[in-house]
């Protein structure tokens, strides 16, 4: 007697999604079931291509399967089709599933090396992201990733971003010189904001990241306002300083309706080369413990590496440079985690709008 496609659908509510807590067919991850004798083909589509347990949902999901009666193959083809967050009053930009902030109370605590690892590391896990350079008095993201020179402008007089690393970005720094002072107010900021969001050819993105100012300023709330904006991530190091500064930046995102995502611990501890002595330079816990306090999710450490900082001067991100270096599968980690985390929203939690002065 054959199996049936009712059988293997039948083993494959036995895969559970360690974050949703449903199967894989509840969920309608399963498209596809090919039976060709006692060989068995399907296709499981996740809701992000860098699902950070899409081999351990893979490998439980071919077991399942082998192990039904005269099966001798079974192989598990894995694709994504990125979620965007629904519910939203606010107009999108086609061709943008969701947009993620990145921010921090204060400056100096690696929030544009995070952005930049975090873009590059969900490119290298195969999502189509871009990067948006918001600290527009401190537009450092091209240097970081090696860009130099003005991006084009097309037929429509809509902004060709260039692609560096794998993706597309877009920054001040490529549009003033580089030792001209940016002295603007807020409406001249806002309209900086719409241009980089709307004048920009951004095709189709499955993520735009989005490095914001340090601070609480006009840009978190231009963009608040006139963009639906799928989640933050909140960028701090250990020191009691950073974490009081980073408390303002939830209230912040909290007030905007804008969800916070987790926060990113940098800056951790610096593990030495040579005696393989960990030492917590700025402090223990800080992160951690702000994030049990508030009620957001603590996505992870960053240890200190002097090759992140090389990277960064020299425009090789170290998840691209140096992919197995700690810093970078840490790095890899969080983009997997920040991944997952906009994929619950989209499934579970539809957007409130609520208005700003």
């Known amino acids: 007697m054959s199996v049936t496609e009712e059988q293997v659908l039948g083993v494959l509510r036995g ?13 309608g991850f399963v498209k596809e079931v090919k039976i060709s004798g006692s060989e068995i083909d399907f296709t499981i589509e996740l809701t992000t291509p860098a699902c950070p347990v899409k081999d351990q949902l893979k490998a439980e999901a071919e077991r399942l399967v082998a192990g039904l009666p005269g099966i001798t193959a079974a192989r598990a083809k894995m694709t994504a089709d990125t979620r965007a967050r629904g519910g939203f009053s606010r107009q999108a930009i086609p061709g943008i599933r969701n947009i993620v902030a990145v921010g921090a109370g204060k400056g100096g605590v690696g929030k544009s090396t995070t952005s930049v690892n975090l873009a590059v590391a969900l490119s290298r896990a195969g999502a189509r992201v871009g990067l948006m350079d918001a600290d527009v008095y401190g537009p450092n993201i091209p240097q970081m990733l090696g860009f130099s020179g003005q991006p084009e402008v097309g037929e429509d007089r809509k902004i060709i971003p260039p692609v560096a690393h794998g993706i597309k970005i877009i920054s001040m720094g490529m549009l003033v010189e580089p030792d001209k002072a940016i002295i603007w107010r807020g409406p001249m900021l806002h309209a900086a904001v719409q241009q980089f969001m709307r004048d920009v050819m951004w095709g189709e993105l499955d993520y735009l990241v989005v490095d914001l100012p340090p601070g609480t300023g006009d840009v978190s709330l231009s963009m608040a306002q006139s963009v639906p904006v799928a989640g933050a991530v909140v960028v701090t190091t250990p020191q009691g300083v950073s974490v009081s500064d980073v408390r ?46 508030m009620g957001i999710k603590f996505l992870g450490e960053v240890p200190i ?14 998840v691209a440079a140096v992919p197995d270096a700690p810093a970078a599968m840490a790095f890899a980690d969080l983009a997997g985690k920040v991944a997952r985390q906009i994929s619950i929203q989209a499934l579970r939690q539809p957007l409130r709008v609520i208005q700003t002065a």
């Open 15 to 27: 895969v559970q999604d360690p974050d949703l807590h449903k199967d894989i067919v509840t969920l």
């Open 248 to 293: 303002k930046a939830v209230g912040m995102f909290r007030q905007l309706n804008i969800p916070v995502l987790g926060v990113i611990e940098n800056m951790s501890y610096f593990m030495c080369g040579h005696c393989n002595e960990r030492t917590e330079i700025f402090g223990n816990g800080g992160g951690r413990k702000m994030a049990d306090e």
């Open 305 to 318: 590496d002097t090759r992140v900082r090389s990277g960064g001067d020299e425009g090789q991100p170290i």
